[in-house]
């Protein structure tokens, strides 16, 4: 039972005894008869003073009134309608969305003297006193009505385990009842209670009544109790039960409802409920596994104890607040949600027992409510201020409680996805223990409620949340979908759940984005346990000292090879001294910054150690980049010596910068040292400033210090070995970070670096690559034709996301031993975060942890650690971290932040834009850019999600999903796609993968549009360019498409269909049903006039995946041949011949057969 309910159970025992209260402004006045109230009763009274207010302030503003009483419909032989609750459930039940998801069952365990007679007499009484439990459900003319039976008799089976061992009948016992749970119940013939006595031993026995939902709710299983109890007792003394007459039944109220629920009475109701559900959000909380196209039901449970101390402390603060303990409890939980999901606007679904009039507080039935509690949480408000948010919400909420929920939803028509409950899908719930497990009293037996063992259960939603008080502690349990999320998150959540409560209570005035949702320990973990990467490297040394000390151990090992040229370590280091003494001939300094724009050549390598050896930064420039960018590269830099070739020059802007041509400046070093330069450059002075995409459109330049790439090469001597790195493949421009592991990791181990125009060159390289480190799409593309070397040990993985499905594939290359992936953004030395990728996992690759001397945090939007497995920013601090971005101050304070989790020094973090969560073994998942998420039709998605399912598609290459607007303004998925098949102009791909997806991911995530392409257009740094995708041709979708009339003969049946069920004129072949003003009733008589034509079995559900015409007649053209596929190969070929062409004829003979009606 809810709050609510315990309220109006405790105004009802007041009622009972002449105690009248009533509200005067926000004052409460009572008047009782002399000795009535009880200095207990008063006592209770003032302590649920804030609950009383709360329920009469929302009872005077309902809308019911006691001029309108229900009244005992004629039994005229007509069956009544349902009620709309009744109407939802029937309605999932026909779309087989549930088989027994709504059993309510009710277990006693009966030790004593049992009766059996007298026990099923006292059922069957029950049963005959309440039409609603011998009522089955069927369809008139297209609508479902109760068919209620005159009689019912309810056999009472007996199961006897009397004789097996103690072990064996709890074993046996435990099976049984988990059966009887799941055993579905056929509404159109069944009755909806079921019953069963199981015999333990000659004194006890465990009775089993199942209920469905739709004639029974959480008030009702007190009801039958209670008047089990009267009936069994009175039946044993050979007396009438003492139970006065139902004034009405259950098919009164819906009559009643039907006809109350009309004109100005819902029109002021849907008003408020159309305000404040305006633009609802759904709520998304983090899961662990994706969800289902279609809702699941499997559930699973975690106990809730909330002690003592802390309940008292609550009680207080609720009653300081003039509250009710269901606001402050649900307060408390949005704060959770809204912390867990990132999200402001919570909207979570609290039932209401919905008995407020008397002649149906006796009835067995199903007339609970669900309420909509929708509170804005925005401003960083202080929890006083959201507990009054909350109150005027729960307050507004009774006030408007009349109209059911499943009429809501009928009228405001959310967007249509099967794969969750709409409005909410979070349930809240405070309910008290008395009412859960009524005390039940029979005559010579002891009777207690049966605990079946085992966490797994039925569930309705996400999460549930019920909790009722017990004595001094509150206790509860959380109960969640197991198909979404694993037992230790929701545990985890909990635990926060309770942290928060104990904040809260202690300071309700602090923000609450800074209410401590985690425990020292778990901060601890967080913080500072998963960032332990402290190691020492030689941070006195510069970049190019390491490659110096590589010279003096290996001076006639080869360095660096390109195509047919190679140079020794020692050739390699004479000739980068001799140019670099001329650079400081040119003023290059300790801060200079020395341009180079060369194409990829031996020089190349030559001129960056060069500028580093003269103490400049060197300042990479593509020779393929447009003159504009090259010059504003130039311009910005700075850049006071440029480092070119010949070939370069006359591709080059006008610029003030000195040539050096390294091609031709032969002469002019001749007589130069070819000795190590002399140098006042620092760890502290600039290695390089690599200029990187802006979102102004402006590339910035990201500004690295010498100590970082010099801690970068240490950390990488210590992961891969000298084997590892005897030969590794450059093919990433210098203007990409990737390339200062290609080049300068290797050369500081004494390995080769083997030079390359890119990944695909790797055909016509004779040496033997030992590894590979490049993006995913470049990897990927050799792999296909089978182009890695068999020398190739490692491949590293960077830049893009991937699929385990590339990692899989890589490691069937016997030779190939570790693929890794390396996560980075240039603003952070090159790679930030790592991870070895296991060879036959079958789960999706993470980023891993930090590399050695790097911290991660992953913050909120207000700077605060969120709990493991909960989605937030990555931070990044530590020793690879930049300087900034040249001559950016405003950008670099906005990016670059005072890290306020190192109180040691003044350390900064960079902001990275990325979404992460960590995961409960201390890796990290990548989920996606931030400014990637989008919102569809209300729903918040993450693109990179829906790209990994497109990935899994055997003949997709690459994907890429963005969001773009569409002609009506709002906003739509477009999906492109490179193929694995030759052609591209197979355009049959493209329904294979709609279909595919449709498989794995809800509606709303499906890409309105899908573009095939030959090849993705790529940034010079090789990655996708985003920008420069073609935008698709207008693709129908919905009513934001010109009408397309019905073309086959198919289509022009169901368009015939539609216009009969939707009473419109026309409909075209893309225009969706619900958008037309289709509901779920409506979907009932679409699917009861196909059912009159089509021979076979149309599932409901199929009008909800298929809502245009075009889509569905696709379904059936499909599902006849299917059929015709099936008879062709059950051995039975001849008989099936005929039915083969039937088919067709069946269908004209129903449809003519329907015309003559």
Same mark, same amino acid.
């Given at each position: 039972?809810?709050?609510?309910?315990?309220?109006?159970?405790?105004?009802?025992?007041?009622?009972?005894?002449?105690?009248?209260?009533?509200?005067?402004?926000?004052?409460?006045? &009572?008047?009782?008869?002399?000795?009535?109230?009880?200095?207990?009763?008063?006592?209770?009274?003032?302590?649920?003073?804030?609950?009383?207010?709360?329920?009469?302030?929302?009872?005077?503003?309902?809308?019911?009134?006691?001029?309108?009483?229900?009244?005992?419909?004629?039994?005229?032989?007509?069956?009544?309608?349902?009620?709309?609750?009744?109407?939802?459930?029937?309605?999932?039940?026909?779309?087989?969305?549930?088989?027994?998801?709504?059993?309510?069952?009710?277990?006693?365990?009966?030790?004593?003297?049992?009766?059996?007679?007298? @026990?099923? /007499?006292? @059922?069957?009484?029950?049963?005959?006193?309440?039409?609603? %439990?011998?009522?089955?459900?069927?369809?008139?003319?297209?609508?479902?009505?109760?068919?209620?039976?005159?009689?019912?008799?309810?056999?009472?089976?007996?199961?006897?385990?009397?004789?097996?061992?103690?072990?064996?009948?709890?074993?046996?016992?435990?099976?049984?009842?988990?059966?009887?749970?799941?055993?579905?119940?056929?509404?159109?013939?069944?009755?909806?209670?079921?019953?069963?006595?199981?015999?333990?031993?000659?004194?006890?026995?465990?009775?089993?009544?199942?209920?469905?939902?739709?004639?029974?709710?959480?008030?009702?299983?007190?009801?039958?109790?209670?008047?089990?109890?009267?009936? !069994?007792?009175?039946?044993?003394?050979?007396?009438?039960?003492?139970?006065?007459?139902?004034?009405?039944?259950?098919?009164?109220?819906? #009559?009643?409802?039907?006809?109350?629920?009309?004109?100005?009475?819902?029109?002021?109701?849907?008003?408020?409920?159309?305000?404040?559900?305006?633009? %609802?959000?759904?709520?998304?909380?983090?899961?662990?596994?994706?969800?289902?196209?279609?809702?699941?039901?499997?559930?699973?449970?975690?106990?809730?104890?909330?002690?003592?101390?802390?309940?008292?402390?609550?009680?207080?603060?609720?009653?300081?607040?003039?509250?009710?303990?269901?606001?402050?409890?649900?307060?408390?939980?949005?704060?959770?949600?809204?912390?867990?999901?990132?999200?402001?606007?919570?909207?979570?679904?609290?039932?209401?027992?919905?008995?407020?009039?008397?002649?149906?507080?006796?009835?067995?039935?199903?007339?609970?409510?669900?309420?909509?509690?929708?509170?804005?949480?925005?401003?960083?408000?202080?929890?006083?201020?959201?507990?009054?948010?909350?109150?005027?919400?729960?307050?507004?909420? !009774?006030?408007?409680?009349?109209?059911?929920?499943?009429?809501?939803?009928?009228?405001?028509?959310?967007?249509?996805?099967?794969?969750?409950?709409?409005?909410?899908?979070?349930?809240?719930?405070?309910?008290?223990?008395?009412?859960?497990?009524?005390?039940?009293? %029979?005559?010579?037996?002891?009777?207690?409620?049966?605990?079946?063992?085992?966490?797994?259960?039925?569930?309705?939603?996400?999460?549930?949340?019920?909790?009722?008080?017990?004595? $001094?502690?509150?206790?509860?349990? *959380?109960?969640?979908?197991?198909?979404?999320?694993?037992? $230790?998150?929701?545990?985890?959540?909990?635990?926060? !759940?309770?942290?928060?409560?104990?904040?809260?209570?202690?300071?309700?005035?602090?923000?609450?984005?800074?209410?401590?949702?985690?425990?020292?320990? $778990?901060?601890?973990?967080?913080?500072?346990?998963?960032?332990?990467?402290?190691?020492?490297?030689?941070?006195?040394? *510069?970049?190019?000292?390491?490659?110096?000390?590589?010279?003096?151990?290996?001076?006639?090992?080869?360095?660096?090879?390109?195509?047919?040229? /190679?140079?020794?370590?020692?050739?390699?280091?004479?000739?980068?001294?001799?140019?670099?003494?001329?650079?400081?001939?040119?003023?290059?300094?300790?801060?200079?910054?020395?341009?180079? *724009?060369? $194409?990829?050549?031996?020089?190349? #390598?030559?001129?960056?150690?060069?500028?580093?050896?003269?103490?400049?930064?060197?300042?990479?420039?593509?020779?393929?980049?447009?003159?504009?960018?090259?010059?504003?590269?130039?311009?910005?830099?700075?850049?006071? #010596?440029?480092?070119?070739?010949?070939?370069?020059?006359?591709?080059?802007?006008?610029?003030?910068?000195?040539?050096? *041509?390294?091609?031709?400046?032969?002469?002019?070093?001749?007589?130069?040292?070819?000795?190590?330069?002399?140098?006042?450059?620092?760890?502290?002075?600039?290695?390089?400033?690599?200029?990187?995409?802006?979102?102004?459109?402006?590339?910035?330049?990201?500004?690295?210090?010498?100590?970082?790439?010099?801690?970068?090469?240490?950390?990488?001597?210590?992961?891969?070995?000298?084997?590892?790195?005897?030969?590794?493949?450059?093919?990433?421009?210098?203007?990409?970070?990737?390339?200062?592991?290609?080049?300068?990791?290797?050369?500081?181990?004494?390995?080769?670096?083997?030079?390359?125009?890119?990944?695909?060159?790797?055909?016509?390289?004779?040496?033997?690559?030992?590894?590979?480190?490049?993006?995913?799409?470049?990897?990927?593309?050799?792999?296909?034709?089978?182009?890695?070397?068999?020398?190739?040990?490692?491949?590293?993985?960077?830049?893009?996301?991937?699929?385990?499905?590339?990692?899989?594939?890589?490691?069937?290359?016997?030779?190939?031993?570790?693929?890794?992936?390396? &996560?980075?953004?240039?603003?952070?030395?090159?790679?930030?975060?790592?991870?070895?990728?296991?060879?036959?996992?079958?789960?999706?690759?993470?980023?891993?942890?930090?590399?050695?001397?790097?911290?991660?945090?992953?913050?909120?939007?207000?700077?605060?650690?969120?709990?493991?497995? #909960?989605?937030?920013?990555?931070?990044?601090?530590?020793?690879?971290?930049?300087?900034?971005?040249?001559?950016?101050?405003?950008?670099?304070?906005?990016?670059?932040?005072?890290?306020?989790?190192?109180?040691?020094?003044?350390?900064?973090? &960079?902001?990275?834009?990325?979404?992460?969560? &960590?995961?409960?073994?201390?890796?990290?998942?990548?989920?996606?850019?931030?400014?990637?998420?989008?919102?569809?039709?209300?729903?918040?998605?993450?693109?990179?999600?829906?790209?990994?399912?497109?990935?899994?598609?055997?003949?997709?290459?690459?994907?890429?999903?963005?969001?773009?607007?569409?002609?009506?303004?709002?906003?739509?998925?477009? =999906?492109?796609?490179?193929?694995?098949?030759?052609?591209?102009?197979?355009?049959?791909?493209?329904?294979?993968?709609?279909?595919?997806?449709?498989?794995?991911?809800?509606?709303?995530?499906?890409?309105?549009?899908?573009?095939?392409?030959? =090849?993705?257009?790529?940034?010079?740094?090789?990655?996708?360019?985003?920008?420069?995708?073609?935008?698709?041709?207008?693709?129908?979708?919905?009513?934001?498409?010109? !009408?397309?009339?019905?073309?086959?003969?198919?289509?022009?049946? @169901?368009?015939?269909?539609?216009?009969?069920?939707?009473?419109?004129?026309?409909?075209?072949?893309?225009?969706?049903?619900?958008?037309?003003?289709?509901?779920?009733?409506?979907?009932?008589?679409?699917?009861?006039?196909?059912?009159?034509?089509?021979?076979?079995?149309?599932?409901?559900?199929?009008?909800?995946?298929?809502?245009?015409?075009?889509?569905?007649?696709?379904?059936?053209?499909? %599902?006849?041949?299917?059929?015709?596929?099936?008879?062709?190969?059950?051995?039975?070929?001849?008989?099936?011949?005929?039915?083969?062409?039937?088919?067709?004829?069946?269908?004209?003979?129903?449809?003519?057969?329907?015309?003559?009606?």
């Amino acid at each position: 039972m809810t709050q609510m309910e315990m309220i109006e159970e405790f105004l009802f025992e007041l009622r009972n005894q002449d105690i009248q209260l009533w509200v005067e402004g926000d004052r409460l006045h &009572y008047s009782a008869p002399e000795g009535k109230l009880t200095p207990t009763l008063l006592d209770q009274l003032r302590e649920r003073k804030g609950e009383v207010l709360s329920f009469l302030y929302s009872a005077k503003q309902s809308v019911y009134s006691q001029q309108s009483q229900i009244k005992p419909i004629e039994r005229n032989g007509n069956p009544p309608p349902l009620s709309y609750a009744q109407q939802r459930l029937w309605f999932i039940e026909k779309m087989a969305l549930s088989s027994n998801t709504y059993n309510l069952p009710l277990t006693l365990h009966l030790v004593g003297k049992l009766d059996y007679l007298a @026990l099923e /007499k006292s @059922l069957n009484q029950i049963i005959a006193r309440h039409e609603t %439990l011998r009522t089955t459900f069927s369809e008139i003319n297209g609508t479902p009505a109760q068919i209620i039976k005159p009689s019912f008799e309810l056999q009472l089976p007996i199961i006897d385990l009397s004789g097996l061992t103690s072990s064996e009948q709890t074993t046996k016992l435990q099976q049984l009842l988990q059966t009887e749970n799941e055993l579905s119940f056929n509404l159109e013939v069944d009755t909806p209670i079921r019953a069963r006595l199981y015999q333990l031993g000659t004194t006890e026995h465990i009775l089993q009544i199942t209920l469905h939902h739709i004639a029974s709710d959480g008030w009702s299983l007190t009801v039958l109790p209670k008047e089990l109890s009267a009936i !069994y007792t009175a039946t044993l003394e050979d007396q009438p039960p003492p139970l006065p007459s139902l004034p009405i039944q259950y098919a009164d109220f819906a #009559v009643w409802q039907r006809n109350y629920l009309q004109g100005e009475t819902l029109e002021t109701q849907l008003s408020y409920w159309k305000q404040k559900l305006q633009n %609802l959000p759904q709520l998304q909380l983090p899961i662990d596994h994706p969800r289902p196209p279609v809702q699941t039901f499997n559930g699973a449970g975690i106990p809730i104890n909330i002690p003592a101390a802390l309940t008292s402390k609550v009680k207080q603060l609720t009653q300081k607040q003039g509250t009710t303990l269901f606001m402050t409890l649900l307060a408390a939980f949005k704060v959770l949600l809204s912390r867990y999901s990132g999200q402001e606007g919570i909207a979570v679904g609290s039932p209401i027992a919905n008995r407020n009039r008397r002649e149906i507080e006796g009835l067995i039935g199903f007339f609970v409510n669900s309420l909509v509690m929708h509170t804005d949480l925005g401003g960083d408000p202080s929890f006083t201020e959201v507990l009054n948010r909350v109150k005027q919400t729960a307050l507004e909420a !009774y006030s408007h409680q009349d109209i059911p929920f499943e009429k809501l939803v009928e009228e405001l028509q959310p967007e249509r996805t099967l794969s969750q409950n709409p409005l909410f899908q979070v349930m809240f719930a405070v309910q008290q223990e008395e009412i859960l497990k009524p005390s039940l009293s %029979l005559p010579n037996l002891e009777v207690g409620w049966y605990e079946e063992t085992g966490a797994e259960m039925t569930v309705r939603f996400d999460l549930e949340l019920h909790l009722w008080p017990v004595g $001094e502690e509150i206790k509860g349990f *959380c109960a969640y979908n197991r198909d979404l999320f694993e037992a $230790e998150t929701i545990s985890r959540m909990m635990s926060h !759940y309770e942290n928060l409560l104990s904040a809260v209570v202690e300071t309700p005035e602090e923000p609450i984005s800074k209410l401590p949702l985690m425990k020292e320990a $778990e901060l601890e973990k967080i913080l500072l346990e998963w960032n332990k990467t402290k190691t020492d490297y030689p941070d006195h040394k *510069c970049l190019h000292d390491l490659f110096e000390e590589q010279v003096e151990k290996t001076p006639d090992a080869i360095a660096v090879v390109f195509e047919e040229q /190679k140079l020794t370590y020692s050739e390699l280091n004479s000739k980068a001294n001799q140019i670099a003494h001329y650079l400081q001939k040119l003023g290059v300094a300790p801060e200079s910054l020395v341009g180079i *724009c060369i $194409e990829r050549s031996i020089e190349m #390598v030559v001129g960056l150690l060069a500028i580093l050896k003269a103490g400049g930064a060197y300042v990479p420039l593509d020779p393929s980049y447009p003159s504009a960018r090259l010059a504003y590269t130039l311009d910005d830099a700075e850049v006071s #010596v440029l480092l070119t070739s010949e070939s370069v020059l006359d591709s080059l802007p006008e610029h003030q910068a000195k040539i050096v *041509c390294l091609d031709t400046i032969g002469e002019a070093i001749t007589n130069n040292s070819i000795d190590n330069p002399a140098s006042q450059v620092t760890p502290e002075n600039l290695a390089y400033v690599i200029y990187t995409s802006g979102s102004t459109g402006k590339p910035k330049g990201v500004a690295i210090e010498h100590h970082s790439p010099v801690a970068f090469c240490y950390w990488a001597s210590q992961v891969f070995t000298f084997k590892e790195l005897a030969a590794v493949l450059a093919s990433t421009s210098i203007c990409f970070d990737l390339s200062v592991f290609e080049i300068f990791v290797t050369l500081s181990q004494g390995g080769q670096v083997i030079l390359a125009q890119n990944a695909l060159s790797i055909l016509n390289i004779k040496s033997e690559i030992t590894l590979i480190n490049t993006v995913p799409s470049a990897i990927r593309e050799l792999s296909n034709i089978n182009a890695i070397p068999d020398s190739v040990k490692v491949i590293n993985l960077a830049g893009e996301p991937f699929s385990n499905q590339l990692v899989q594939t890589l490691y069937q290359q016997e030779n190939i031993q570790s693929v890794y992936n390396l &996560y980075g953004p240039s603003e952070y030395t090159t790679y930030t975060t790592f991870t070895l990728l296991n060879q036959g996992t079958t789960t999706e690759p993470t980023i891993g942890r930090p590399i050695a001397n790097t911290q991660v945090y992953i913050l909120d939007s207000h700077l605060e650690p969120v709990p493991i497995g #909960v989605a937030g920013e990555l931070y990044i601090g530590g020793d690879g971290l930049a300087r900034g971005y040249h001559n950016r101050p405003e950008l670099t304070a906005e990016k670059f932040i005072p890290n306020s989790f190192d109180n040691s020094k003044s350390t900064r973090l &960079y902001k990275t834009g990325d979404l992460v969560r &960590y995961l409960s073994d201390g890796n990290i998942e990548f989920i996606g850019r931030i400014d990637h998420q989008v919102k569809i039709r209300g729903f918040r998605i993450e693109i990179g999600e829906i790209e990994a399912f497109v990935s899994q598609y055997p003949d997709v290459k690459e994907n890429v999903v963005i969001a773009q607007s569409d002609p009506t303004g709002g906003k739509r998925l477009v =999906a492109y796609i490179t193929s694995k098949q030759e052609s591209t102009q197979d355009t049959s791909l493209i329904p294979q993968i709609r279909q595919f997806l449709k498989q794995k991911l809800p509606e709303y995530m499906i890409p309105a549009a899908f573009v095939l392409l030959d =090849a993705f257009p790529l940034t010079p740094n090789g990655k996708i360019d985003r920008r420069a995708l073609p935008v698709p041709d207008t693709v129908p979708s919905g009513l934001s498409t010109a !009408y397309l009339m019905p073309q086959t003969e198919t289509e022009q049946l @169901l368009a015939k269909i539609w216009q009969e069920v939707l009473q419109v004129e026309k409909v075209g072949i893309y225009d969706n049903f619900f958008e037309l003003g289709g509901h779920s009733l409506l979907i009932i008589k679409v699917h009861k006039k196909l059912q009159e034509i089509y021979p076979q079995n149309i599932s409901v559900l199929k009008l909800f995946q298929y809502p245009n015409i075009s889509e569905f007649s696709k379904y059936l053209i499909d %599902l006849e041949r299917q059929e015709v596929t099936d008879s062709l190969t059950t051995g039975q070929a001849k008989a099936r011949t005929d039915r083969k062409t039937s088919i067709k004829q069946q269908r004209l003979q129903r449809q003519q057969n329907r015309r003559n009606k």
